[in-house]
């Protein structure tokens, strides 16, 4: 009974078990078959296909960052291992490193083998320095010499002196705007169908450097034919608008030129209550004769308004200084020429790295939205700067310099001076829009001492300030007043070392009854004006600068007026007026001809000076090389020849002029990119007509005073080094004035000259 109930009760059991037994085996093969699609992937992968990458890694890089490859790598996270787009990736890394001058820059791979078949990609970069660009080619130039593009470009080939400069370094922007220099070059000197069919930059591995081969078709070279106005507008005088043309029948064709003239043509228009007028150029070319003939078109254009401008990118400068530079608004009317004016007056402020105006269209036909896209970039200076000249001697500055203060657009310089015979400290702060305006307000403060004792037997000391209103009435002409409050000490030194005074001030073991006048005793006129002197003093800068460059003129003209008054209070009471005029011209490629003249002349009144004059001796004017090379510092004017040292007690002169031709040239025999350059000039000039006191206490002087030209001829050597612009000059003086000839059979009272001149610094 038990044996036969017993496996009736455990046969469901049993059924119940291998019932369980079997799910639980599906389970298992279910976890199995899952198991095979998720965990096991990269097993299976592993064998057949290779790990499966965790990550990838870029170590050692310091200069460019890591997110600027990402995009590039064929080697990715998740992904199989492939050793072909881990050597792609070695390949684009070191090419990208290429491209931003690190030629020599190496990358290492290697794979690192992590748990469950997974691997990281690292790739160790050692990036090493900035590659120098080793040459620098042109195909298709015919008109223009390499040689001359090479100086067009802010890039330069490398050299002996690549240690001291940085413009060799391999940098793509730099080479992009320097296309863009080339292309302005030719168009602004006649080549109207100039373009740039390609530039190629590749790394020479052996030669250690990046070769630039650039390739241009220069076309010819073209003048202007006839220049004409054709105002498609009632009520516009074709006559009137011709004043601000700038291009002439007859000159070389210049595309600069044409800009100018279209804006100033647009902006008179606009003046005249024509806001949606717009001038443009219209060229007829001539091939017969290489003339383009001008046309400029002044027409109504389609009324559309300005709805809003969007300022953008610009994370430090504020967004009214971006939008100053516009003379336009928001509800005004749109105009094209106006709109290319503002992005190039931002490009040329410097605050930026690059500035692009793009429109577009607003929320009716008749409005368009302007965007102002900026990069700001460091506008502030550290520099260390050095020098020698044989008038100061050497002489170090150190100075801190900041052109966009606070984000502002405003201007500020401090610096500090320290040399053998001056040194001193100034600071200098400007405001480019005053109250709002487009006008330019500054001071100036400054402490300086200065030894003459070279040339003249006394110090001076200048220690004052200077205020300043700057009124641009054109893009060429200016107009600065100025206001200044300086003191004035004097001394004449009187030791064992220089007894300039010991004839009224014995130096005891030193003087002598018989030797004071001898060992360089100072004049009564300069003695007379010893002490403490305030000026205060009123004045105007007329400016007008047509020149092609400031640093470095090849054309164009520079010219200076200087009006000033003392006598608001102080001790000084004169009028002076001084000018300043410099013309350019390139006669022949890189020869540049330079004609200067300047003059001035200062007029005392009241109570100036002491008995027999209206001036004091320091407010009048000393002159030597900057008149005319060959002569010393305060080499030239009138003397006090009662003195045993006349030639180095000059008193100075009320009337000065003089004239400069100079022709600068390279030099055949050396490489261009050496910087050196040579020149020859002739000099004439003259300053007289002395206008100080003559009497001192019942003793006087007498004043050697003539107004005889000098002249000189001479050569120079002028070097634009990566140590900064150096001058060397050695002139020979042609006629100058001899002096007196004394009973006793000596001369007083002639004109020193100096031979040999040298100016020089550098700034890093």
């Known amino acids: 009974m038990m044996s036969t109930t017993t496996p009736r009760r455990k046969k469901p059991a049993t059924t119940a078990v291998i019932a369980i037994s079997a799910l639980m085996a599906g389970i298992t093969a279910a976890e199995s078959a899952f198991a095979q699609q998720v965990a096991p992937r990269s097993r299976r992968a592993s064998a057949s296909q290779g790990p499966i990458v965790n990550r990838v890694?870029?170590?050692?890089?310091?200069?460019?960052?890591?997110?600027?490859?990402?995009?590039?790598?064929?080697?990715?996270?998740?992904?199989?291992?492939?050793q072909a787009a881990v050597d792609a990736d070695v390949s684009r890394i070191l090419e990208v490193y290429q491209q931003s001058g690190r030629g020599l820059a190496q990358v290492t791979p290697r794979v690192v083998d992590l748990p469950n078949g997974t691997v990281d990609v690292v790739y160790t970069v050692v990036e090493g320095d900035k590659t120098g660009v080793k040459e620098i080619r042109f195909v298709g130039?015919?008109?223009?010499?390499?040689?001359?593009?090479?100086?067009?470009?802010?890039?330069?080939?490398?050299?002996?002196?690549?240690?001291?400069?940085?413009?060799?370094?391999?940098?793509?922007?730099?080479?992009?705007?320097?296309?863009?220099?080339?292309?302005?070059?030719?168009?602004?000197?006649?080549?109207?169908?100039?373009?740039?069919?390609?530039?190629?930059?590749?790394?020479?591995?052996?030669?250690?450097?990046?070769?630039?081969?650039?390739?241009?078709?220069?076309?010819?070279?073209?003048?202007?034919?006839?220049?004409?106005?054709?105002?498609?507008?009632?009520?516009?005088?074709?006559?009137?608008?011709?004043?601000?043309?700038?291009?002439?029948?007859?000159?070389?064709?210049?595309?600069?030129?044409?800009?100018?003239?279209?804006?100033?043509?647009?902006?008179?228009?606009?003046?005249?209550?024509?806001?949606?007028?717009?001038?443009?150029?219209?060229?007829?070319?001539?091939?017969?004769?290489?003339?383009?003939?001008?046309?400029?078109?002044?027409?109504?254009?389609?009324?559309?308004?300005?709805?809003?401008?969007?300022?953008?990118?610009?994370?430090?400068?504020?967004?009214?200084?971006?939008?100053?530079e516009f003379e336009l608004g928001e509800g005004d009317a749109y105009n094209q020429v106006l709109i290319d004016r503002a992005e190039r007056r931002l490009n040329n402020l410097g605050y930026f790295k690059q500035v692009r105006v793009s429109n577009e269209p607003g929320s009716s036909a008749d409005r368009v939205v302007v965007n102002?896209?900026?990069?700001?970039?460091?506008?502030?200076?550290?520099?260390?700067?050095?020098?020698?000249?044989?008038?100061?001697?050497?002489?170090?500055?150190?100075?801190?310099?900041?052109?966009?203060?606070?984000?502002?657009?405003?201007?500020?310089?401090?610096?500090?001076?320290?040399?053998?015979?001056?040194?001193?400290?100034?600071?200098?702060?400007?405001?480019?829009?005053?109250?709002?305006?487009?006008?330019?307000?500054g001071i100036d403060l400054y402490s300086k001492f200065s030894d003459q004792t070279r040339y003249s037997r006394y110090e001076n000391r200048m220690t004052g300030g200077t205020l300043r209103l700057g009124l641009p009435f054109t893009e060429e002409f200016t107009i600065t007043a100025r206001y200044s409050l300086y003191q004035q000490e004097v001394t004449i030194p009187n030791d064992a070392d220089q007894p300039y005074n010991d004839c009224s001030f014995p130096i005891p073991g030193v003087t002598t009854p018989f030797n004071c006048e001898t060992n360089g005793e100072a004049s009564l006129a300069i003695k007379d004006a010893q002490g403490e002197t305030i000026t205060s003093l009123a004045g105007l800068t007329f400016n007008y600068n047509t020149l092609d460059s400031t640093r470095n003129p090849r054309n164009g003209f520079y010219g200076e007026v200087k009006t000033d008054f003392a006598g608001l209070g102080g001790d000084s009471h004169y009028f002076r007026v001084t000018a300043d005029a410099r013309?350019?011209?390139?006669?022949?490629?890189?020869?540049?001809?330079?004609?200067?003249?300047?003059?001035?002349?200062?007029?005392?009144?009241?109570?100036?000076?002491?008995?027999?004059?209206?001036?004091?001796?320091?407010?009048?004017?000393?002159m030597g090389p900057s008149l005319v090379r060959g002569f010393a510092p305060n080499g030239i004017g009138p003397r006090d020849i009662s003195t045993a040292d006349s030639k180095a007690n000059a008193l100075g002169g009320t009337t000065y002029f003089g004239g400069s031709l100079e022709v600068q040239f390279p030099i055949p025999v050396l490489p261009r990119e050496l910087g050196l350059r040579g020149a020859v000039f002739a000099d004439a000039g003259t300053l007289?007509?002395?206008?100080?006191?003559?009497?001192?206490?019942?003793?006087?002087?007498?004043?050697?005073?003539?107004?005889?030209?000098?002249?000189?001829?001479?050569?120079?050597?002028?070097?634009?080094?990566?140590?900064?612009?150096?001058?060397?000059?050695y002139a020979f003086a042609l006629t100058k004035e001899e002096g007196e000839l004394l009973e006793d059979g000596t001369r007083v009272g002639g004109d020193r000259t100096q031979a040999f001149r040298f100016t020089g610094g550098t700034r890093f």
Do not use: C
Not at 209 to 237: F, M, N, W
Not at 413 to 424: E, F, I, K, M, P
Not at 592 to 603: D, K, P, Y
């Open 57 to 82: 890694v870029i170590e050692g890089n310091k200069k460019i960052e890591s997110a600027a490859f990402q995009d590039q790598l064929q080697a990715r996270a998740r992904a199989p291992y492939n």
């Open 141 to 324: 130039n015919n008109q223009v010499s390499s040689s001359r593009l090479r100086g067009v470009m802010l890039t330069t080939e490398t050299n002996l002196l690549s240690f001291l400069k940085s413009t060799d370094v391999y940098d793509p922007a730099r080479i992009a705007n320097d296309l863009e220099l080339i292309r302005r070059y030719y168009l602004k000197n006649g080549y109207a169908d100039f373009r740039i069919i390609s530039s190629d930059v590749s790394f020479d591995a052996n030669g250690g450097g990046y070769v630039i081969t650039i390739a241009v078709e220069e076309g010819e070279q073209y003048r202007v034919g006839s220049v004409s106005v054709d105002p498609r507008l009632p009520g516009v005088d074709p006559e009137a608008l011709r004043r601000g043309i700038s291009t002439s029948e007859g000159s070389v064709y210049n595309a600069e030129a044409v800009e100018k003239s279209v804006q100033n043509l647009t902006a008179n228009v606009a003046r005249q209550g024509n806001p949606f007028a717009l001038a443009r150029p219209v060229g007829a070319r001539d091939p017969s004769t290489r003339t383009i003939n001008l046309t400029y078109v002044v027409e109504e254009a389609p009324r559309i308004y300005i709805e809003r401008i969007n300022v953008r990118g610009n994370s430090r400068t504020r967004d009214y200084v971006i939008r100053r």
């Open 372 to 441: 102002v896209d900026v990069e700001d970039q460091s506008t502030g200076a550290f520099s260390i700067s050095g020098g020698y000249s044989t008038a100061d001697g050497f002489i170090g500055e150190v100075s801190v310099t900041e052109t966009n203060f606070l984000g502002r657009g405003q201007f500020v310089r401090l610096a500090g001076q320290l040399g053998q015979r001056a040194h001193g400290v100034d600071f200098s702060f400007t405001e480019p829009y005053f109250l709002g305006y487009r006008m330019s307000a």
């Open 583 to 622: 013309y350019y011209r390139e006669f022949f490629e890189d020869v540049i001809g330079i004609a200067r003249v300047q003059g001035g002349h200062i007029m005392g009144f009241g109570d100036n000076g002491g008995e027999g004059g209206d001036l004091r001796i320091i407010d009048q004017f000393f």
């Open 688 to 729: 007289f007509g002395y206008d100080g006191p003559v009497t001192f206490d019942g003793e006087s002087i007498d004043v050697f005073d003539s107004s005889k030209l000098r002249s000189s001829v001479g050569a120079s050597i002028l070097w634009t080094s990566p140590l900064g612009p150096i001058r060397f000059d």
